[in-house]
Every structure is written in structure tokens, then in C-alpha cells.
């Protein structure tokens, strides 16, 4: 059995790794999505441009490239099966805020929210699948508490 669970776990973390790679491969294109949907706060606006004029770069690419390295470090984590829990948990955190802000289904009328809703319950089972990773751990439990113990 537990082969099984490293296998899933590497074949779901290759999915967190290339969606990441892509990512950093096409940062304008990234950076470009993300300006489209996501508004930087009044209240983080000025570190914001401190950011840009130290690195260059607009917000929405130093997002690209933030978001691009955290999904395949994240990947990678959990294909390795180190520190599993903590970067699934911080996975959850991450497709529930995208599934928020890219797949809003709900703004969109009726026939045309079809594919968002497909891709809106697809990070819903992602964010199923991260729970029961993080809820694993790093290795099988060797007896499970009963719920009278608990």
C-alpha cells in the first residue's frame, strides 16, 4: 500500500511542478493574467512600488515569478515527501484564493460559466486531495485512534 501513496503523490506533485514551470517559462504572459484579476491593496500599494523600483519589475511579474516558484517548490516538496503537510496546507490556501480569483463562475451568465465551473470544482478536488495529504502525513499511522479514545 504504501508504494501506491508515494506513486500518487508524485504523479498529483507533477502537476503543482509543471503548472509552476509554465508559469516562470511565460512570466509576461503570467504577469498579464494576473493584472487582469487580482488589484493590489491601497494599504500594500506602497511597498508594492518599493518592490518595483528595487527589482525592475511590475507587480503583477514579481507575482508571476512568486507564484511560478511556489508551485514547483511545492511540487517538488511533496513529491519528495518533505515537509508533505505544511506546503499542502499552504497549497489549499493558494488554489482556494485562485479558484477565487480565476474561476469565478458566479459573475459569469449561465452558459458561458460552464468551462470556469468545470475549472472552479476541478481546484475543489485538488483542495480534497491537498486535505488528504496533509492529513496522511509523512508516513502511514500504524493504528488509528477509535472516536471513543478521542
Do not use: C
Not at 18 to 30: C, E, I, M, N, R
Not at 33 to 52: C, D, G, R
Not at 101 to 123: G, R, V
Amino acid at each position: 500500500m504504501p508504494a501506491f501513496i508515494t506513486f500518487g503523490r508524485v504523479l498529483f506533485a507533477v502537476l503543482f511542478i509543471y503548472s509552476g514551470a509554465t508559469k516562470l517559462f511565460a512570466v509576461q504572459l503570467t504577469s498579464e493574467a494576473i493584472a487582469a484579476k487580482v488589484v493590489i491593496p491601497a494599504l500594500l500599494t506602497p511597498y508594492a512600488s518599493q518592490l518595483e523600483t528595487m527589482t525592475g519589475m511590475s507587480t503583477p511579474q514579481l507575482l508571476a515569478i512568486a507564484v511560478g516558484a511556489f508551485e514547483v517548490l511545492s511540487g517538488l516538496m511533496i513529491a519528495l515527501n518533505f515537509a508533505a503537510r505544511f506546503f499542502a496546507i499552504l497549497l489549499i490556501f493558494f488554489v482556494a484564493a485562485v479558484t477565487f480569483y480565476f474561476h469565478d463562475f458566479w459573475n459569469q451568465p449561465s452558459p458561458d460559466n460552464a468551462k470556469t465551473l468545470i475549472d472552479a470544482l476541478k481546484n475543489l478536488s485538488i483542495i480534497g486531495a491537498l486535505f488528504m495529504i496533509a492529513g496522511y502525513g509523512r508516513r502511514p499511522r500504524d493504528e488509528e485512534p477509535v472516536y471513543s479514545e478521542v
